[in-house]
């Protein structure tokens, strides 16, 4: 490619001279390479003292013909490495952290990293340039605040980035401002996928018709990832409360009677629970799941998590006849009546609803 359709202006070819890099042999090509383009007399200088300052390195520089052309031609500007990219399982409260490293030329990496929210959107997010070297600290100590992260396709990431621009593009904050710089990139070198990449994977007729078990999706939320997959106590509280008077009513004084009540209740407060939209939350994340488990080789749970996606695209997601609502509500029953009892107040799960805290690295 020309040198010219990467720095098309003189004024640009003055700015990447001033902030060239001295050393490698490599800079040597781009800088008679640039003073070979632009016959300018500024250029012309800085590109000249800058040969001098890379020679006085000890960087060999070809003498040159009378014309002022060097005595070679340049080598083509390199090409960059390929970007990579990462991205965490959801937590309970639909958080999970995303980083992207994109590579530049001739020298430097862009860093985009943070937590979102499928329902908050940003929670946080920062965006910048850096040096290979303070590039590869800050993703090490990312990843070691991270507990799990999961290399991906940068379309992935762009994906989940996108989706929490949507929620929250008019709050005007930071993390806003920051992935609206690296936005342009994505957009153009890594758009966002039309659907979850589960499907590229597990196609959709090979679990379409299969309905996972109790003991399938046990199994599912033992996992670590499923840690904190508690349905929220202010949502599950009334039901457990409701429960709780069943069990002390003096009316129903048959163990029959008080179960026929307790399921009526959690059949009634389901669709309280799980609306339409967090029906469509959850379906999302078990798809996510599915394709990040799938990605480490657990692909037994992988397939349970998808199955379970889908089965909440069907018409009636009742708790009798959805055995992945059905364990939520009860697993969430047992945490929140177990936290009531022994701490006199509505407890949750251990990790906060910001992914685990601050990860944006100075």
Aim: charged residues 30%.
């Amino acid at each position: 490619m020309e040198i010219k359709e990467r720095i098309p202006s003189p004024r640009l070819a003055l700015a990447f001279l001033a902030d060239l890099p001295l050393e490698g042999t490599e800079m040597v090509d781009l800088v008679l390479a640039l003073k070979q383009a632009f016959s300018e007399k500024d250029v012309q200088k800085a590109a000249r003292r800058t040969l001098f300052r890379l020679k006085q390195r000890g960087i060999p520089v070809p003498d040159e013909d009378t014309d002022g052309l060097p005595r070679f031609t340049p080598k083509p500007l390199a090409e960059a490495s390929s970007p990579s990219a990462f991205i965490g399982p959801l937590d309970g409260f639909g958080s999970r952290a995303a980083f992207i490293m994109i590579p530049q030329v001739p020298a430097g990496v862009d860093l985009g990293m943070g937590v979102v929210s499928d329902e908050k959107g940003f929670i946080e997010f920062a965006y910048g340039r850096f040096s290979k070297k303070r590039a590869r600290e800050m993703k090490e100590l990312f990843f070691e605040q991270v507990v799990y992260l999961v290399e991906t396709s940068p379309s992935h990431v762009a994906t989940v980035l996108e989706a929490s621009y949507v929620k929250n593009k008019s709050a005007g904050d930071r993390a806003n401002g920051d992935y609206l710089r690296l936005r342009p990139w994505l957009l153009e070198k890594a758009p966002p996928l039309g659907k979850s990449p589960v499907y590229e994977v597990i196609p959709t007729e090979t679990v379409d018709e299969e309905v996972p078990t109790e003991s399938q999706v046990e199994r599912l939320l033992a996992h670590d990832w499923m840690e904190t997959w508690i349905i929220d106590p202010q949502e599950i509280g009334p039901l457990a409360e409701e429960i709780i008077k069943v069990e002390e009513s003096p009316i129903l004084v048959s163990k029959e009677q008080r179960a026929n009540r307790v399921q009526d209740l959690k059949e009634d407060h389901l669709k309280r629970i799980f609306p339409e939209e967090k029906q469509r939350l959850l379906k999302g994340r078990l798809e996510e799941m599915a394709y990040l488990l799938n990605k480490v080789g657990e692909e037994p749970l992988a397939r349970i998590a998808l199955s379970a996606a889908l089965t909440l695209e069907k018409e009636e997601s009742s708790f009798r006849a959805n055995p992945f609502l059905r364990r939520m509500v009860e697993r969430s029953l047992a945490y929140y009546l177990k936290s009531t009892g022994e701490e006199g107040g509505q407890g949750g799960p251990s990790t906060a609803s910001d992914g685990g805290g601050s990860l944006i690295l100075a």
